[in-house]
């Protein structure tokens, strides 16, 4: 039986990550493929969480969480779509127009 | 054995997902997330989560990859970019949440062992797919319909937002 701490470590580790490389990226589809890995870490917790209390409750939060990625990655990228085609670009620094 | 699996499915999603971040290329970026999703749907497996690792391999590995693939295709991009100007404040972020995560496995890492099966959930004796529906659709069937309607307003807004010509073009032609 392998301890939970193991698999809640190796969460933090893919979290951390997917923090860094929302931060330090540049490039829209590194930042939303970055943001996936975030979510895959919190549905590994999920899961190692379900097993060590015997509860499936853990388990059909991570259909949830993976429903609102399919949602998050339908809308992403359609936004993503846009703003190539408004700039031609997909670097977030040219995206400042909300920018003083 | 045990842990050899774990072991090895931890060692290629850490590092693939690190390769994620790593690439310049966006088209490999998307290659290493495949080959984590595929290695978190083995950690499901051993984790006794049989319908979640199928899920996990027909929806993110077929359906959210495929479309990023498809839109980094779409969008025929020009590998030019370089880390970000902000790394310096990336990289304190980083170093302190690894400094807090390593400081709490320190701290509290050691768990007890795992309980007892209680006598209310009806899990055991049951397959892993029969369990999870049966409290999907009894106990969390509201939030289940609801994330159906979260999934058609995306649908609806991934539509508006893509389509071309939208709002003030004439309707007349």
Redesign the interface.
């Known amino acids: 039986?392998?301890?939970?701490?193991?698999y809640?470590?190796?969460s933090?580790?893919?979290f951390?990550?997917?923090?860094?490389?929302v931060?330090?990226?540049?490039?829209i589809?590194?930042i939303?493929?970055?943001v996936?890995?975030m979510l895959?870490a919190t549905?590994?917790n999920f899961?190692?969480f379900?097993?060590?209390?015997?509860?499936?409750?853990g388990?059909?939060f991570?259909?949830?969480a993976?429903?609102?990625?399919?949602?998050?990655?339908?809308?992403g990228?359609?936004?993503?779509?846009?703003l190539?085609?408004a700039k031609a670009t997909?670097?977030?620094?040219e995206f400042q127009l909300l920018k003083w | 054995m045990?842990?050899l699996f774990?072991y090895y499915f931890?060692l290629i999603?850490?590092g693939s997902?690190?390769l994620?971040?790593a690439f310049r290329n966006?088209i490999y970026?998307?290659l290493a997330?495949l080959i984590?999703?595929f290695h978190?749907a083995g950690?499901?497996v051993t984790?006794?989560?049989e319908?979640?690792a199928a899920?996990?391999v027909i929806?993110?590995a077929g359906?959210?990859l495929v479309?990023?693939l498809f839109?980094?295709m779409?969008?025929n991009?020009k590998q030019d970019?370089?880390?970000?100007?902000?790394?310096p404040?990336?990289?304190v972020?980083?170093a302190t949440?690894?400094v807090e995560?390593v400081m709490l496995?320190w701290l509290k890492?050691?768990?007890p062992?795992?309980?007892?099966?209680?006598q209310g959930?009806a899990?055991?004796g049951l397959g892993?797919t029969e369990?999870?529906g049966d409290?999907?659709y009894s106990?969390?069937l509201f939030?289940f319909e609801v994330?159906s309607l979260?999934?058609l307003?995306?649908?609806i807004?991934?539509?508006?937002?893509?389509k071309?010509d939208i709002g003030g073009a004439p309707q007349e032609s």
């Open positions: 039986m392998i301890p939970l701490s193991y809640l470590t190796l933090a580790v893919v951390l990550t997917g923090i860094v490389g931060l330090i990226r540049r490039n589809i590194i939303l493929l970055s996936e890995l895959n549905n590994i899961v190692a379900s097993q060590y209390f015997h509860n499936v409750a388990q059909v991570v259909f949830f993976l429903t609102v990625a399919a949602a998050e990655v339908a809308v990228l359609a936004i993503v779509i846009a190539h085609r997909i670097n977030v620094d | 045990e842990l774990f931890a999603i850490a997902s690190l994620v971040v966006p970026s998307a997330l984590m999703f978190v950690l499901y984790l006794h989560a319908f979640l899920v996990q929806v993110y359906a959210i479309l990023y839109v980094v779409l969008l991009l970019d370089r880390y970000h100007r902000q790394w404040m990336a990289a972020v980083g949440l690894a995560a496995t890492g050691r768990t062992p795992p309980m007892p099966p209680s959930s899990v055991e892993n369990a999870l409290v999907l106990t969390y939030p994330a979260i999934l307003v995306a649908m807004g991934a539509i508006v937002l893509a071309k």
